[in-house]
């Protein structure tokens, strides 16, 4: 099968590897053959060569998680060959013509779904309900969020949808500023969450400190001492953005003269949020589809993520063409 493979940092090159063999993989598994798939920020470190603890070159297809495609092998009940599904691969191994995936970490779409890829977006929205079911009770509350590529959007989007009072966007990049505020953000600020920091300290009585803040852009530890010092008194930090070093810096006193609340998310169980995002994805798929902005070959992937990494030609969710190696 064709494949992709990160033999260095910010270099892939294209293999023919041997096809996964699902009788040797185990029981409740599916062979997927994908039609699409989409790039996590959580992806960009194994591209860019920041993971400083991973050797390369990777393992073939790595590092992608956000798939859709067509079931052509199962040993799960669950499953027919056939079925149109998000996926998530063991390994990340999406970069391929097939993969296998756990059947708990698989959800079935209408197969009209697959003509465009949109349905990507149901594995990254079920970590952000998960994240929010996480927080309780968020009707009335006023909610920060740090951070708005596509997880911070989708925050936004869900906040207003859970009934948030007040939800605050907040991102260096104006575009992605203005997309929050169709998605739902009652606010945004266009600044770096450390620039909203000072001006907060210069004007205490200007800045309305928030009960909860999400810090949704990991890869470093700056933001996350951000949040704890922007939210309220008592108020509650949601760590969401993955980390990218095995220790952070935690600014510990201003969390413990805080009394806050730090709240860390990852990993849902997936056969119980990818229905829940797949049937919110259904409901309000006209909504959501705008954050996909851009649809390129998977001969092109490089060049998806360096767009991706510099944050440059107003991406914001990039959709890989499967069939057009």
Request: hydrophobic share 40%; with cysteine.
């Amino acid at each position: 099968m064709k494949a992709l493979h990160i033999i260095k940092p910010r270099y892939f090159t294209q293999v023919q590897a041997i096809a996964p063999n699902l009788k040797t993989a185990g029981a409740e598994r599916i062979l997927v053959q994908p039609n699409w798939v989409s790039m996590c920020g959580s992806d960009i470190p194994f591209f860019s060569g920041s993971k400083r603890h991973k050797t390369y070159p990777l393992p073939v297809g790595t590092p992608i998680h956000e798939c859709v495609g067509r079931v052509v092998e199962s040993t799960s009940n669950l499953f027919q060959p056939g079925d149109h599904v998000v996926a998530i691969p063991e390994g990340d191994q999406g970069l391929s013509e097939f993969f296998i995936a756990q059947a708990a970490k698989a959800v079935k779409v209408p197969a009209d779904m697959n003509d465009n890829g949109a349905s990507c977006l149901i594995q990254p929205l079920s970590t952000v309900i998960n994240a929010v079911d996480r927080l309780g009770t968020i009707d009335g509350k006023s909610v920060a969020v740090i951070g708005l590529g596509s997880i911070g959007l989708l925050f936004c989007w869900l906040l207003k949808k859970r009934g948030a009072a007040r939800v605050v966007g907040i991102d260096p990049l104006k575009q992605r500023c203005q997309v929050a505020e169709r998605l739902g953000a009652t606010e945004v600020i266009p600044m770096r969450s450390l620039e909203v920091l000072h001006e907060a300290r210069r004007n205490p009585q200007g800045w309305d400190a928030p009960d909860i803040c999400i810090e949704a852009v990991g890869h470093q530890m700056d933001t996350l001492n951000d949040c704890l010092a922007l939210v309220r008194q008592q108020g509650t930090v949601l760590a969401f953005g993955v980390p990218d070093q095995p220790v952070y810096a935690i600014e510990y006193e201003t969390f413990f003269r805080k009394n806050a609340h730090l709240v860390a998310c990852v990993t849902p169980n997936w056969s119980e949020y990818l229905v829940k995002a797949r049937d919110a994805f259904l409901a309000t798929r006209e909504e959501l589809e705008p954050l996909i902005t851009h649809r390129l070959p998977i001969r092109e992937a490089r060049k998806a993520f360096m767009l991706y990494e510099r944050h440059e030609d107003g991406i914001i969710k990039a959709l890989l063409d499967m069939s057009d190696w």
